[in-house]
T-cell receptor
Framework: SQKIEQNSEALNIQEGKTATLTCNYTNYSPAYLQWYRQDPGRGPVFLLLIRENEKEKRKERLKVTFDTTLKQSLFHITASQPADSATYLCAPVNYGQNFVFGPGTRLSVLP | NAGVTQTPKFRVLKTGQSMTLLCAQDMNHEYMYWYRQDPGMGLRLIHYSVGEGTTAKGEVPDGYNVSRLKKQNFLLGLESAAPSQTSVYFC?????????????FGSGTRLTVV
C-alpha cells in the first residue's frame, strides 16, 4: 500500500531563514502533489498544488518542487516568520482518487 | 460564506453511548469526507460520499456509520462509543475529484470517550 513520510515530526528554525520540509512517498505514482497548512485547533487549509510536469512552483514566499524519480516533494518557506509556525501536510494525489495525507511536519519559527 | 461547519466542537462521551457529528457545507460541493486525526498517524479516511444519497467506506470505517440525505449535510454516527474512538474528527468537501481543487476542511470536533 502507498506510504507517505514527512521529515521529522518537528522542525525548529530561526526567523528569516529558509525552512525546508520534505514529503516522500512509496508504492505510488501521483500526478499531482498538494500542500496544506494546519494551525492548532483548526482544520487543514489548502496552500498549493504542483503537477508532475512542473518540477517547481512558487507562490509568494513559498516554493515547492516535485521530483517523480526520487518520489519526493520539497516545500520551502523563504524569509520565514513566526506567523509561519504551523503543521504542514502533503498529499500526493491522482485524478479521481480520494486524497491520502502525510502525517505532517510541525514547523516552529523562532523570533 | 461559512464554508464547512462542524458541530459540536467538543464532546465527552461515556463508553457505549452514541452520538452524531454534523457536517454542513454551503459551497454546493458534491464530495464530502470524514477523517479522524490522531497524533503520529495523520488524517485517516473513515467514510466518504460522492453525492447526495451515496456513502462509501474509507480506510477505518469500523464502529462508524454515515448518511448523506441532503447534499449539504454529511452525518457521522457512533453507535456505541469506545475509548479507541477518542480523536479529532474533521469533515472535508470538494466540488470534484480533480486534484486542481483542494479539500475544504471544517474546524474539527474533539471527541473524548471515557
Amino acid at each position: 500500500s502507498q506510504k507517505i513520510e514527512q521529515n521529522s515530526e518537528a522542525l525548529n528554525i530561526q526567523e528569516g531563514k529558509t525552512a525546508t520540509l520534505t514529503c516522500n512517498y512509496t508504492n505510488y505514482s501521483p500526478a499531482y502533489l498538494q500542500w496544506y497548512r494546519q494551525d492548532p485547533g483548526r482544520g487543514p487549509v489548502f496552500l498549493l498544488l504542483i503537477r508532475e510536469n512542473e518540477k517547481e512552483k512558487r507562490k509568494e514566499r513559498l516554493k515547492v518542487t516535485f521530483d517523480t524519480t526520487l518520489k519526493q516533494s520539497l516545500f520551502h518557506i523563504t524569509a520565514s516568520q513566526p506567523a509561519d509556525s504551523a503543521t504542514y501536510l502533503c498529499a500526493p494525489v491522482n485524478y479521481g482518487q480520494n486524497f491520502v495525507f502525510g502525517p505532517g511536519t510541525r514547523l516552529s519559527v523562532l523570533p | 460564506n461559512a464554508g464547512v461547519t462542524q458541530t459540536p466542537k467538543f464532546r465527552v462521551l461515556k463508553t457505549g453511548q452514541s452520538m452524531t457529528l454534523l457536517c454542513a457545507q454551503d459551497m454546493n460541493h458534491e464530495y464530502m469526507y470524514w477523517y479522524r486525526q490522531d497524533p503520529g498517524m495523520g488524517l485517516r479516511l473513515i467514510h466518504y460520499s460522492v453525492g447526495e444519497g451515496t456513502t462509501a467506506k474509507g480506510e477505518v470505517p469500523d464502529g462508524y456509520n454515515v448518511s448523506r440525505l441532503k447534499k449539504q449535510n454529511f452525518l457521522l454516527g457512533l453507535e456505541s462509543a469506545a475509548p479507541s474512538q477518542t480523536s479529532v474528527y474533521f469533515c472535508a468537501s470538494t466540488p470534484t475529484r480533480n486534484p486542481n481543487y483542494g479539500y475544504t476542511f471544517g474546524s474539527g470536533t474533539r471527541l473524548t470517550v471515557v
